[in-house]
């Protein structure tokens, strides 16, 4: 079962910048459609960002504009560049296997935290 690493978090000043990785664990990576996920203090995690395989990507109204998402399937990682970090961005960031709407399939990692705070 493939398994993923987040990391690149961090506390960062309102308007500030991040970018966050996710290592798999095995080549797999390469066929699977994934997604950036974020987890709020007691709220639901959502997803923010999709890109399938091949490159294609969608992302959450509340992020356009500001998240990148991309991949580099030879180092089977993906990556999150976040720009003009707002307050509200402030969560845990998983990355996962992309299901329909929203959903996830495979397991949980340890995540990343954003603090996004002056």
């Known amino acids: 079962q493939v398994q993923f690493v987040e990391s690149g978090g961090g506390l960062v000043q309102p308007g500030g910048s991040l970018r966050l990785s996710c290592a798999a664990s095995?080549?797999?990576?390469?066929?699977?459609?994934m997604g950036w996920y974020r987890q709020a203090r007691g709220n639901e995690r959502v997803m923010v960002a999709r890109i399938t395989s091949g490159g294609s990507t969608n992302y959450a109204d509340s992020v356009k504009g500001r998240f990148t998402i991309s991949r580099d399937n030879a180092k089977f990682t993906m990556y999150l560049q976040i720009d003009s970090l707002k307050p509200e961005d402030t969560a845990v960031y998983y990355c996962?296997?992309?299901?329909?709407?929203?959903?996830?399939?495979?397991?949980w990692g340890q995540g990343t935290q954003v603090t996004v705070s002056s």
């Open positions: 095995g080549s797999i990576f390469r066929i699977l459609d």
């Open positions: 996962n296997i992309a299901g329909p709407r929203g959903t996830a399939f495979g397991s």
